[in-house]
Structure formats: C-alpha cells, structure tokens
C-alpha cells in the first residue's frame, strides 16, 4: 500500500476533531519526508486542517463553519508521556466544567509540575499554574478545585459568594477519600487556599480541618469579600 493510501484509511479512521502528528504515520510508514508532504498537501486541500507546526486534525464542518478540536485535543501531547500524566487542564480551561461560569475562554491553562513561557496554537493561548503536587489521574479532580479555590478572584463572570456555593456542592459531592486526598494537596498550596478550604469543609461538619488550620498563621487575615454570607467559619479562619 501506497503512503499516501495508508495516511487516508488512516486518518478517515480518526473521529473527527482528533489532534495527530506526523508520529501517528511514522511508526508504521518509515518515509517521514512522504508522510510530511502528504499531510500538507491534504491540509492545502482541505481535507484535513492544520492546528499548528507539525499538528493536523479532521475538522467537524457546521453551516457556520469549522468547529475547532476540544481543549484536550489541542494540548494533549502537554498532558501526557509515555501514557502518565504530567500535566492537566485547570484554571479558565475547567471553571466551566466546575459549574462555576458560563464563559468559555480561549486561553487554555494546564497544570504541570515544570512550566514554560506562554505560546499560541490557533486562537488558544496555552498558559501555565505551577503545580508542586504529584499529578496522577487520581488526583487530578482534586487538584483541578484546589487551582479555583486559589484563583477564585479571577473566575470570570462570577463573584466570591457564588463560587462558594458552588464549592459547597464540589465538596459534598466527594467521597471520604477524595476529601482527605484534597486536604494533603492543600498543604502545598497557599494559605489563603488552605484558609477558605478549610472554612469550606467545616460547613459539612463531617471532616476534620486541625492538619488545615494548624498550618495557618494565627494573624494572618484573607480577604475575601462576599464569604461570610456563605460559610458560617470564616470567623475561625481569618477570612474577612
């Protein structure tokens, strides 16, 4: 069978919006320079679109034109080596997702023990939260609340007292595990997170928040405005 021939069974195998590389034809096709030049002669014919250098996907075709790859498909050669995860999709990429805004933004954010400098794929920004935890896919849930507790601020379109609220309904919907999983993140993340998760967490009564708020500064306060007509503890922990 021709390159060319296996390149399109190949790719009209793929679902649409899927994300691949020359590295999907290579392992089975050893000519990398024919594989290149079929790839991009099928994007200048519209076959197929080019997400960035060296990154291609089917596009899905609408009345209103192409519809771009999900988030995950655009960076997932950043979330994953060797089939473990070393990375993961937080911050504005997963606020929607939490039920915590309606807004979709085209910044992409991944979590990663390692960061790089901002870079562009398509319309996506992809930027960077530095994550001192482990990562697996265990944790990743987890570590995904943690990031929007830390960055609550800057969730757009809401306000500290719905975002809380929101939590509340996060938090009850996790398992005893989960929750003591959380809380041992939390320790890695800034006091204010482990302040307002604590206070979170004493709303549901059913765990105990002492590792939390033994880790706390007895002085320190952590504004955030709009908490109290929330959780009854933002007293204990300081926050105003």
Do not use: H
């Not at 999900?70 to 473990?84: A, M, P, R």
């Not at 601020?153 to 500290?160: A, G, H, L, Q, V």
């Not at 928040?209 to 405005?225: A, E, G, Q, V």
């Amino acid at each position: 069978m021709k390159t060319t021939e296996y390149i399109a069974i190949t790719i009209n195998r793929f679902p649409k919006g899927y994300v691949f590389t020359y590295d999907d034809f290579i392992s089975k096709v050893n000519e990398r320079q024919a594989v290149i030049k079929a790839l991009n002669r099928m994007a200048a014919s519209g076959k197929i679109a080019k997400l960035s250098k060296g990154k291609y996907y089917k596009p899905e075709s609408t009345p209103f034109g192409d519809i771009l790859p999900s988030q995950k498909q655009v960076v997932k050669d950043l979330l994953e080596e060797n089939g473990k995860p070393v990375g993961y999709l937080t911050g504005y990429s997963i606020y929607n997702k939490l039920g915590l805004t309606t807004q979709v933004s085209n910044t992409i954010q991944i979590g990663k023990n390692d960061i790089r400098p901002n870079f562009k794929r398509e319309r996506y920004t992809i930027a960077f939260i530095k994550q001192k935890n482990t990562i697996t896919k265990e944790s990743i849930p987890l570590l995904q609340i943690l990031d929007a507790i830390r960055y609550i601020k800057k969730i757009p379109d809401s306000n500290t007292r719905s975002s809380c609220l929101r939590f509340l309904e996060i938090v009850k919907g996790l398992n005893e595990k989960e929750i003591s999983i959380l809380i041992r993140s939390a320790m890695k993340y800034p006091p204010a997170t482990r302040a307002l998760l604590g206070a979170i967490l004493d709303e549901n009564k059913t765990t105990s928040t002492d590792i939390l708020y033994n880790s706390l500064n007895p002085i320190t306060k952590y504004k955030l405005t709009g908490a109290s007509t929330v959780l009854s503890a933002t007293e204990k922990w300081n926050i105003l």
